[in-house]
């Protein structure tokens, strides 16, 4: 997207330079990236916060993964490196929709990046309540780091426009280690600009030259650019006895080109480097002196182990007397066994008249039970009568619905290749009405249909979504239990926390476990994606519920369906899809796994298997990694079953 007024760094990694532009606002996007925001703007410009990173040696463009709180659509702020992975980000204009309106907002939100090759990691830091002391919200200010020997890096602010458009007269630094803000008493016509530009110099760990240059100084009666003197202003720094940063002098143009600042500037020079050498000699007396005492540590920890090992020493001799003395009773005990022994041999032979005896007795008992299992055997009869009964019970369409009890809202919860999917009332319940479409119930198919229809109505679990019924005439309509939301929907308006994926992967495993161990034969569910595993709000500390839907209707398709077809999404698909003759509870494992990695990583998985391999090693979840690569197995026969699953999920740490 070609933009302007957005944000830009660089950085090197393995010795390659990279530059990562942030935001910013310019024409209509050709594609909108995912996980990024676009807000098209009543002029008909678009604002973004779009991330783009640009190798500068292979030259060639890619988009980080973001991580975080990220800041919303914005431009004209600031961006400032602190080192090779870490920025800092303040102020510009975060712009919304509401209600059809356009909503700008001026930030003083202060943002810390994290920075690598493909992920941006934020941090949001916010004014809290109970503090006053934090700049207003502004953009088009300007902005510089200051790194001294302190090693407390910090960010210095100035001027800027409000959010009504005045010019701003103040200067601020930010401690980014103790996110604290501290304003400097600079001069008024110093800061009193907007679209200006700050330069840092650092004389010495007690002394900083803050540049200012350029900039307009009012807005409202149309550009007016700063005029000499004051287009460059030099401004000092120095900190006092508490060590505390305060204002010193400050320099416009005329008092920078004098002879008394040319010998002020030999001066601070020389003094910079005394302080800078003050500084190495303080560290290098710190290091002998830790090294002193790190020997002296050392040396008495030697001497406590050297009495411990003594300690351990007789405590070892005492225990091989011990062993020595029960070696003594062992050889006792084996004595009077062996004289058990013999008393047991005498036993056995009274025992083996006995089992004589009891022989005897045993053949009169065979005789009862030929008895016993003819008439086991006309009970058997009986069973299968009842058995064969009761099984004509549960073909009977118990489940089918009167299609005139069920009224169709305009409300649509989603659309597919095969049906289409509203809220309804039934009995004055709103339910999800699965409506599928006419190619889908062909004459052979209506015997599948009726079938999966019966399995469906006797499946009960709480991970699994409620079957109601169906009804028959015309287009059937399948009725289940209505749930708040989709995972998939979840997925693309926030980044899940390690419990809610844990809770949500438990739940999905329990559901996918039952019907794997259904009998008389396992029912595979051959479409496991997250637009397939509903949500509900819970009081849980994971703050959802999750079932698996759609666990009848793959099949068919697939049957109805002409040659080989692919069941189910074709992203999530194990390689064994396309071989009906090779369909196992594996196939869904291999789809629960692709489920995983999506949840991590917040992004919809890759269309290819190789693909989906590498994407799964961008998992930063040691644990949840390793069980995601054992099911990605091409190899069905070398995935966990479920309910290896479940017990490696109970068993893992967040």
Known sequence: MRRAGGGMISFEHDGVHHLLMIGGIGSEPSVQLPYHKYIELFDGKWQTNEHSMYNLSSRKWHNPTIIGLCIPAACVFIIEKINNTRAVLFGGVETDIIDNDEMNTASNNVYILEIS?????????????????????RFHLAGAVIITGSGCPMLVISGGLDKNDDTLDDCWIFNITQHSWIKLDVPHFVNERHGHSLSVFIMSPQCVWIITAGGCVDIHVGLTLVTNPNIVMLTELVTNSKGEWTVGDTLDTNGMNNEEYKKKYQQQLQLGRRNWLEEYQKLRKGDTADIEQTIQALMKSLEEKEREAQVYSQQLEQKEREKAEKDQEIGRYCHQLQEKDREHQEKDLVILAKDRELQEKDLVILAKDRELQEKDRELRQSLVAIDRYQQQALTDDHWVINKDEVTLTKEELGRGSYAVVTVGIFRGLRVAVKSLHTIIISNYNLGIFSREMSIASRIRHPNLVQFIGATKVGNPLILTELMSTSLNQELRRNQLTKQQILSIAQDVALGLNYLHLFKPQPIIHRDVSSPNVLLKPCTGPAGYEAKVADYGTAKLVQVDSPGTVMPGN?????????????????????????????????SPPEMTTAEREVQAGSVSWSDMKS????GLNANHSARLTMAEVIESLKRMKI
């Open 570 to 602: 074709v992203a999530y698909a194990a390689p064994e899809a396309r071989d009906p003759d090779k369909h196992s509870p594996a196939m869904d494992v291999y789809s629960y796994s692709v489920l995983l990695m999506e949840m991590n990583l917040c």
């Open 117 to 137: 090759i493909s992920t941006v990691f934020w941090q949001c830091i916010k004014k809290p309540v109970a503090i006053d002391q934090w700049p207003v919200g």
């Open 627 to 630: 069980l995601i690569q054992r």
